[in-house]
């Protein structure tokens, strides 16, 4: 997997990190998609799909609608990585415990090649979506679709709940993971 290719490419607006994050997955999981892609047209793509993301259906599959306004929802990300990847995903609630072994699940799915979508907040509500894309030695290579850059996230980080290497939303609310 070319993490490079998602280097430097930003959500279009302050509610798309979501939809970015997503594409971006699917251009990894798809050098053949992502050769289609380039910079100026990242932006209508996200644009496009954060619309489907948010309507009654996606991928042939009903799911609870959602207001753009509000981002994309954990569940529809679920359903787009499941799309892109071929192997079903499943959301994960880590805000309350249990991070140590979903950042575990999530070294793993990367090591294997398929990224994960990784939900961020503050003390209140999960705000940003960025993606786990590739190993780091014993961390985690992450996009963030705010600044279109790749950070490293340390197990240590992740399991205490503070991420603040990847983004200004420090809270681990959500993962997005491969099920089984």
């Known amino acids: 997997?070319?993490?490079?290719?998602?280097?430097?490419?930003?959500?279009?607006?302050?509610?798309?990190?979501?939809?970015?994050?997503?594409?971006?997955?699917h251009m990894l999981l798809d050098p053949a998609y992502a050769a289609t892609l380039n910079p100026k047209a990242f932006a209508g793509t996200v644009l496009a799909l954060h619309r489907e993301l948010t309507a009654p259906r996606f991928g042939g599959r009903a799911q609870?609608?959602?207001?753009?306004?509000l981002g994309t929802p954990p569940w529809a990300a679920a359903h787009a990585m499941t799309a892109f990847a071929g192997v079903p995903y499943r959301t994960r609630v880590v805000r309350w415990g249990g991070r140590t072994g979903a950042f575990d699940a999530l070294h793993a799915t990367v090591t294997a090649g398929r990224p994960c979508p990784m939900y961020l907040g503050d003390r209140w509500l999960p705000r940003h979506v960025v993606l786990a894309v590739a190993p780091a030695g014993a961390a985690l290579?992450?996009?963030?679709?705010?600044?279109?850059?790749?950070?490293?996230?340390?197990?240590?980080?992740?399991?205490a709940g503070e991420v603040s290497s990847v983004s200004s939303w420090t809270r681990p609310w959500f993962v997005?993971?491969?099920k089984g």
């Open 141 to 159: 290579q992450v996009y963030n679709p705010a600044h279109g850059t790749l950070a490293e996230l340390g197990r240590a980080a992740f399991g």
């Open 1 to 25: 997997m070319d993490v490079d290719a998602v280097r430097g490419l930003s959500q279009p607006d302050q509610r798309s990190c979501g939809p970015s994050s997503l594409v971006a997955a």
């Open 64 to 69: 609870l609608p959602w207001p753009r306004a």
């Open 176 to 178: 997005v993971l491969p």
